[in-house]
Each structure stands twice: as C-alpha cells, then as structure tokens.
C-alpha cells in the first residue's frame, strides 16, 4: 500500500497526496474501491476526494468507470525544468526530423527505470506507434530506453536487468543478451528494436549529450516497414542531437 492516510491527524493535502499515490506504472487504472485501499482511505473519503480531483481535471474517469491520471496534472508536470527546458529546446530539432524523414519521432528521458516520452510528433496513421508524450515505457524494448540505459549506471543496470518483462515474442528477457546488446549501443553510437515493443514497429535512437559531455536523453524514430533502412537515418539523428546537446543550459541535468 502506497500510504497509511488513517494515521490520525492526517490533513486533508496529505489524503488527497494519498489518492494520487495510489497510481503507479502498475497501476495506471483504478476502481474506487482500489484507490481507497491503495490510499489506505474509507470509502467515502475517498470517493469525496476523487469527485474533487475528477473536478479540477486531476483525475479522469473512464467509461468502464475507472479512473485515471488526468491531463492537469501533466501539464503541470511540464513546468518542471527538467522536461521543460528539454522540450522547448528539442522541439524545432523534433519538427525538422519529422519534415524531413516522414515518421514518427521523439526524444526520451529515463525515470527509474522507464523511459519518459517528454515530446514527439507523431506519424499520420501510425498504428503500431503506442508511446505518447507522457509515455513510460520499458528501457530494454525502446531504442530510446537501450540508449538511456547502455548509458546509466551499474546500480541502474541490475535493477533493470532483474526484471526484464517480455512485452511481445521478440522483447529480450535474457540478462546476458541485453547486456552484450548495450555494449554494441556503445560501441556503435547507436541502438535498434525491431518489434520489440510493439508488433510492426521498428525504432532507432541516438544518445543526446551535454555541453559536459552526459548523455542526458535519448532522440528516436519509428517506422513500420521492416525494408527501410533505419541505419541510413543515423546520420540525420546524430545531427539533430548534437543540436539540442549544444543548446541545453550550461550545468542542466536530468538528475
């Protein structure tokens, strides 16, 4: 459980806090009932807390009567300079790449141990496309992620490495494969999926470094045609990264 709000005392800020704790990546959709035991609430204060958060646009509720995190909450998430700084520098870099190749493009951060889709420009008609700004996606089945996490650090890599979720028949769940492919990632500056994350979709990423030299996020392309030559694409990335790497604030972070 997220949280005890029945310790008493407990203000009605830490409740409401409580609410919204009790989503997680794992739990993205959630009943009253859930949200209240997760929230460690009664029933009816949550259900009088969630009506709150469902009026300021905090939480949505969808129509099989569950809720989930609302659009309010992301927008105020952007006004952290961690994403936001990144985004208004990446995005022209974002809307020459799409210009210029068709596809779908974005660039990622890593949170823990997902990476975050902090922008994109999607492709018209691309259904195999499932990420979205705001996205958290495994690091080992996302170019973007392998490029995040062939970066990170030891610590960051056993905890990715201990549980590595088979996402579809072509994810890797193998510990030693995903390693020996992070260290190509390096080697080669570049990193690869195909179907990994998604049937019919086949990604590629570079690393986007600091004026220090930190790799500090990840800029990607989707495309659906298994016969494009993705490494043809390398060239035009790696410009585009060094782009956004020269125009980040000096002394940024995403730590």
């Known amino acids: 459980m997220p949280g005890n709000a029945r310790e008493p005392g407990r203000s009605v800020a830490s409740r409401l806090l409580a609410v919204l704790a009790a989503f997680d990546d794992e739990h993205r959709h959630l009943g009253l009932t859930d949200i209240a035991q997760r929230a460690g609430l009664p029933l009816a204060t949550a259900h009088r807390?969630?009506?709150?958060?469902?009026?300021?646009?905090?939480?949505?509720?969808?129509?099989?009567?569950?809720?989930?995190?609302?659009?309010?909450?992301?927008?105020?998430?952007?006004?952290?300079?961690?994403?936001?700084?990144?985004?208004?520098?990446?995005?022209?870099?974002?809307?020459?790449?799409?210009?210029?190749?068709?596809?779908?493009?974005?660039?990622?951060?890593?949170?823990?141990?997902?990476?975050?889709?902090?922008?994109?420009?999607?492709?018209?008609?691309?259904?195999?496309?499932?990420?979205?700004?705001?996205?958290?996606l495994p690091l080992h089945t996302t170019a973007v992620g392998k490029v995040l996490l062939a970066h990170a650090g030891p610590e960051v890599l056993r905890a990715a490495t201990a549980r590595l979720e088979r996402v579809t028949p072509y994810s890797i769940t193998e510990p030693g494969r995903l390693l020996r492919d992070l260290t190509e990632v390096r080697r080669r500056g570049y990193a690869r999926t195909?179907?990994?994350?998604?049937?019919?979709?086949?990604?590629?990423?570079?690393?986007?470094?600091?004026?220090?030299?930190?790799?500090?996020?990840?800029?990607?392309?989707?495309?659906?045609?298994?016969?494009?030559?993705?490494?043809?694409?390398?060239?035009?990335?790696?410009?585009?990264?060094?782009?956004?790497?020269?125009?980040?604030p000096p002394g940024w972070s995403t730590d």
């Open 194 to 248: 195909a179907e990994e994350m998604t049937y019919g979709a086949y990604s590629l990423a570079v690393p986007v470094g600091s004026p220090a030299g930190k790799v500090i996020a990840a800029l990607g392309v989707v495309v659906d045609d298994p016969r494009r030559d993705l490494v043809r694409l390398v060239p035009v990335l790696q410009v585009a990264a060094n782009g956004i790497g020269r125009s980040v």
């Open 49 to 136: 807390l969630i009506g709150e958060l469902e009026g300021w646009h905090g939480l949505v509720r969808r129509e099989d009567g569950r809720y989930e995190i609302g659009r309010r909450l992301w927008d105020l998430g952007l006004l952290a300079s961690v994403q936001r700084d990144l985004r208004d520098v990446a995005l022209p870099y974002l809307q020459d790449l799409h210009a210029a190749t068709g596809e779908t493009v974005h660039i990622a951060i890593r949170e823990h141990n997902r990476a975050l889709y902090i922008e994109m420009i999607a492709r018209r008609n691309s259904a195999q496309v499932i990420s979205r700004t705001g996205s958290l």
